[in-house]
T-cell receptor, first 112, second 117 residues
Protein backbone atom coordinates (compact mmCIF):
# COMPACT_ATOMS: atom_id res chain seq x y z
CA UNK A 1 0.00 0.00 0.00
CA UNK A 2 1.05 3.60 -0.51
CA UNK A 3 2.91 5.06 2.38
CA UNK A 4 4.37 8.48 3.17
CA UNK A 5 6.71 8.79 6.11
CA UNK A 6 7.86 11.87 7.90
CA UNK A 7 9.84 11.85 11.11
CA UNK A 8 7.21 11.93 13.83
CA UNK A 9 9.71 13.09 16.42
CA UNK A 10 9.95 16.81 16.91
CA UNK A 11 13.05 18.50 15.55
CA UNK A 12 14.64 20.86 18.07
CA UNK A 13 17.12 23.25 16.54
CA UNK A 14 19.07 26.30 17.58
CA UNK A 15 18.25 29.62 15.96
CA UNK A 16 20.47 30.33 12.97
CA UNK A 17 21.07 26.67 12.15
CA UNK A 18 19.65 24.77 9.20
CA UNK A 19 16.71 22.48 9.83
CA UNK A 20 16.42 19.47 7.52
CA UNK A 21 13.25 17.42 7.29
CA UNK A 22 12.71 14.23 5.32
CA UNK A 23 9.74 12.83 3.47
CA UNK A 24 10.00 9.25 2.26
CA UNK A 25 7.41 7.40 0.25
CA UNK A 26 6.82 3.86 -0.95
CA UNK A 27 4.56 2.26 -3.56
CA UNK A 28 3.95 5.65 -5.11
CA UNK A 29 5.06 7.44 -8.26
CA UNK A 30 4.14 11.06 -7.64
CA UNK A 31 4.20 13.59 -10.43
CA UNK A 32 4.94 16.32 -7.91
CA UNK A 33 5.48 16.86 -4.23
CA UNK A 34 4.50 19.77 -2.02
CA UNK A 35 5.42 21.10 1.38
CA UNK A 36 3.04 22.87 3.71
CA UNK A 37 3.42 24.60 7.06
CA UNK A 38 0.78 24.20 9.75
CA UNK A 39 0.57 26.18 12.97
CA UNK A 40 -1.48 24.85 15.92
CA UNK A 41 -5.20 25.31 15.41
CA UNK A 42 -4.75 26.62 11.87
CA UNK A 43 -5.06 25.24 8.36
CA UNK A 44 -1.91 24.31 6.41
CA UNK A 45 -0.20 26.98 4.33
CA UNK A 46 1.31 26.08 0.95
CA UNK A 47 5.06 26.64 0.77
CA UNK A 48 6.65 24.94 -2.23
CA UNK A 49 5.88 22.56 -5.06
CA UNK A 50 8.52 20.51 -6.86
CA UNK A 51 7.86 18.42 -9.94
CA UNK A 52 9.28 14.97 -10.63
CA UNK A 53 11.64 16.34 -13.27
CA UNK A 54 13.05 18.98 -10.91
CA UNK A 55 15.91 18.25 -8.54
CA UNK A 56 15.75 21.33 -6.37
CA UNK A 57 13.52 24.30 -5.65
CA UNK A 58 14.21 27.37 -3.54
CA UNK A 59 12.10 30.07 -2.01
CA UNK A 60 13.79 32.60 0.24
CA UNK A 61 15.28 30.56 3.13
CA UNK A 62 13.56 27.35 2.06
CA UNK A 63 15.01 24.65 -0.17
CA UNK A 64 13.38 21.44 -1.33
CA UNK A 65 15.00 18.52 -3.13
CA UNK A 66 13.25 15.64 -4.82
CA UNK A 67 14.96 12.34 -5.53
CA UNK A 68 12.62 9.97 -7.37
CA UNK A 69 15.23 7.19 -7.26
CA UNK A 70 15.50 7.31 -3.49
CA UNK A 71 11.79 8.15 -3.25
CA UNK A 72 12.64 10.97 -0.93
CA UNK A 73 12.28 14.71 -0.54
CA UNK A 74 14.35 16.86 1.77
CA UNK A 75 13.10 20.18 3.10
CA UNK A 76 15.64 22.67 4.43
CA UNK A 77 15.09 25.82 6.44
CA UNK A 78 18.30 27.83 6.46
CA UNK A 79 19.14 30.46 9.09
CA UNK A 80 16.19 29.21 11.10
CA UNK A 81 14.25 31.60 13.30
CA UNK A 82 11.89 31.00 16.24
CA UNK A 83 9.06 32.10 13.93
CA UNK A 84 9.77 29.03 11.81
CA UNK A 85 8.52 26.82 14.64
CA UNK A 86 5.56 24.86 13.25
CA UNK A 87 4.61 21.48 11.84
CA UNK A 88 5.69 20.85 8.27
CA UNK A 89 3.72 18.48 6.05
CA UNK A 90 4.73 16.91 2.78
CA UNK A 91 2.08 15.95 0.26
CA UNK A 92 2.27 13.88 -2.89
CA UNK A 93 0.24 14.40 -6.03
CA UNK A 94 -0.07 11.84 -8.80
CA UNK A 95 -1.37 14.02 -11.59
CA UNK A 96 -3.23 17.24 -12.08
CA UNK A 97 -6.77 17.00 -10.81
CA UNK A 98 -6.11 14.23 -8.32
CA UNK A 99 -6.20 14.60 -4.60
CA UNK A 100 -3.08 15.03 -2.52
CA UNK A 101 -1.90 12.50 0.02
CA UNK A 102 -0.35 14.00 3.14
CA UNK A 103 2.37 12.71 5.39
CA UNK A 104 2.02 12.83 9.16
CA UNK A 105 4.10 15.97 9.51
CA UNK A 106 7.22 16.86 11.48
CA UNK A 107 7.13 19.45 14.24
CA UNK A 108 10.02 21.90 14.26
CA UNK A 109 10.95 23.93 17.32
CA UNK A 110 13.55 26.65 16.83
CA UNK A 111 15.06 27.82 20.08
CA UNK A 112 16.49 31.34 20.45
CA UNK B 1 -3.85 35.95 -3.57
CA UNK B 2 -5.43 32.48 -3.17
CA UNK B 3 -7.26 33.10 0.07
CA UNK B 4 -9.75 30.61 1.47
CA UNK B 5 -12.05 31.49 4.32
CA UNK B 6 -13.98 29.16 6.58
CA UNK B 7 -16.91 29.92 8.84
CA UNK B 8 -17.45 29.47 11.69
CA UNK B 9 -14.01 29.13 13.21
CA UNK B 10 -15.38 27.48 16.29
CA UNK B 11 -18.70 25.89 17.14
CA UNK B 12 -20.07 24.11 20.17
CA UNK B 13 -23.31 22.22 19.81
CA UNK B 14 -25.47 19.71 21.58
CA UNK B 15 -25.55 16.08 20.58
CA UNK B 16 -28.15 15.42 17.89
CA UNK B 17 -28.03 18.82 16.26
CA UNK B 18 -26.70 19.61 12.78
CA UNK B 19 -23.85 21.97 12.08
CA UNK B 20 -23.04 23.67 8.78
CA UNK B 21 -19.53 24.81 7.91
CA UNK B 22 -18.87 27.12 4.97
CA UNK B 23 -15.74 27.23 2.84
CA UNK B 24 -15.18 30.11 0.43
CA UNK B 25 -12.45 30.86 -2.07
CA UNK B 26 -12.21 34.64 -1.90
CA UNK B 27 -10.14 35.60 -4.90
CA UNK B 28 -10.26 32.67 -7.27
CA UNK B 29 -12.77 30.20 -8.60
CA UNK B 30 -12.50 26.63 -7.39
CA UNK B 31 -14.29 23.88 -9.24
CA UNK B 32 -12.90 21.44 -6.71
CA UNK B 33 -12.71 21.78 -2.95
CA UNK B 34 -11.70 19.23 -0.36
CA UNK B 35 -12.84 18.55 3.17
CA UNK B 36 -10.49 17.15 5.79
CA UNK B 37 -10.69 16.36 9.45
CA UNK B 38 -7.76 16.36 11.81
CA UNK B 39 -7.48 14.87 15.27
CA UNK B 40 -4.96 16.26 17.77
CA UNK B 41 -1.35 15.61 16.77
CA UNK B 42 -2.43 13.66 13.71
CA UNK B 43 -2.26 14.49 10.04
CA UNK B 44 -5.03 15.52 7.73
CA UNK B 45 -7.54 12.87 6.81
CA UNK B 46 -9.36 13.51 3.56
CA UNK B 47 -13.10 13.08 3.96
CA UNK B 48 -14.43 14.02 0.57
CA UNK B 49 -13.84 15.85 -2.68
CA UNK B 50 -16.41 18.49 -3.46
CA UNK B 51 -17.05 19.24 -7.13
CA UNK B 52 -19.00 22.27 -8.27
CA UNK B 53 -22.31 21.29 -9.76
CA UNK B 54 -22.03 17.57 -9.06
CA UNK B 55 -22.07 15.12 -6.22
CA UNK B 56 -19.19 14.92 -3.81
CA UNK B 57 -16.85 11.96 -3.82
CA UNK B 58 -16.42 10.46 -0.37
CA UNK B 59 -13.42 8.57 0.94
CA UNK B 60 -13.84 5.04 2.15
CA UNK B 61 -15.36 4.89 5.60
CA UNK B 62 -16.90 8.37 5.48
CA UNK B 63 -20.68 8.35 5.74
CA UNK B 64 -22.14 10.55 3.03
CA UNK B 65 -25.49 10.80 4.78
CA UNK B 66 -23.83 12.09 7.90
CA UNK B 67 -21.46 14.53 6.25
CA UNK B 68 -23.48 16.34 3.61
CA UNK B 69 -21.51 18.36 1.10
CA UNK B 70 -22.87 20.97 -1.25
CA UNK B 71 -20.79 22.87 -3.80
CA UNK B 72 -23.35 25.16 -5.36
CA UNK B 73 -21.01 27.78 -6.78
CA UNK B 74 -17.42 28.17 -7.89
CA UNK B 75 -16.52 29.90 -4.64
CA UNK B 76 -18.55 28.12 -1.98
CA UNK B 77 -18.70 24.61 -0.57
CA UNK B 78 -20.54 23.65 2.59
CA UNK B 79 -20.16 20.69 4.91
CA UNK B 80 -23.09 19.81 7.15
CA UNK B 81 -22.50 17.42 10.01
CA UNK B 82 -25.91 15.94 10.62
CA UNK B 83 -27.05 14.61 13.99
CA UNK B 84 -23.68 15.36 15.49
CA UNK B 85 -22.33 13.20 18.29
CA UNK B 86 -19.35 13.70 20.61
CA UNK B 87 -17.19 11.44 18.43
CA UNK B 88 -17.65 13.96 15.61
CA UNK B 89 -15.75 16.53 17.64
CA UNK B 90 -12.69 17.40 15.59
CA UNK B 91 -10.93 20.07 13.57
CA UNK B 92 -12.47 20.35 10.11
CA UNK B 93 -10.45 22.01 7.38
CA UNK B 94 -11.40 22.76 3.79
CA UNK B 95 -9.16 23.50 0.87
CA UNK B 96 -9.67 24.79 -2.65
CA UNK B 97 -7.77 23.36 -5.59
CA UNK B 98 -5.79 25.72 -7.75
CA UNK B 99 -4.50 24.38 -11.02
CA UNK B 100 -0.95 25.18 -12.04
CA UNK B 101 -1.33 23.47 -15.39
CA UNK B 102 0.53 20.21 -14.97
CA UNK B 103 0.13 20.22 -11.21
CA UNK B 104 -2.34 21.25 -8.57
CA UNK B 105 -1.92 22.87 -5.25
CA UNK B 106 -4.43 23.41 -2.49
CA UNK B 107 -5.10 26.51 -0.47
CA UNK B 108 -6.54 25.80 2.93
CA UNK B 109 -9.04 27.56 5.09
CA UNK B 110 -8.22 28.36 8.71
CA UNK B 111 -10.25 25.42 10.00
CA UNK B 112 -13.33 24.94 12.16
CA UNK B 113 -13.11 23.50 15.64
CA UNK B 114 -16.28 21.49 16.31
CA UNK B 115 -17.12 20.42 19.84
CA UNK B 116 -20.20 18.26 20.35
CA UNK B 117 -21.41 18.07 23.93
Amino acid sequence: SQKIEQNSEALNIQEGKTATLTCNYTNYSPAYLQWYRQDPGRGPVFLLLIRENEKEKRKERLKVTFDTTLKQSLFHITASQPADSATYLCALGHAAGNKLTFGGGTRVLVKP
Amino acid sequence: GAVVSQHPSRVICKSGTSVKIECRSLDFQATTMFWYRQFPKQSLMLMATSNEGSKATYEQGVEKDKFLINHASLTLSTLTVTSAHPEDSSFYICSARLSLGDADTQYFGPGTRLTVL
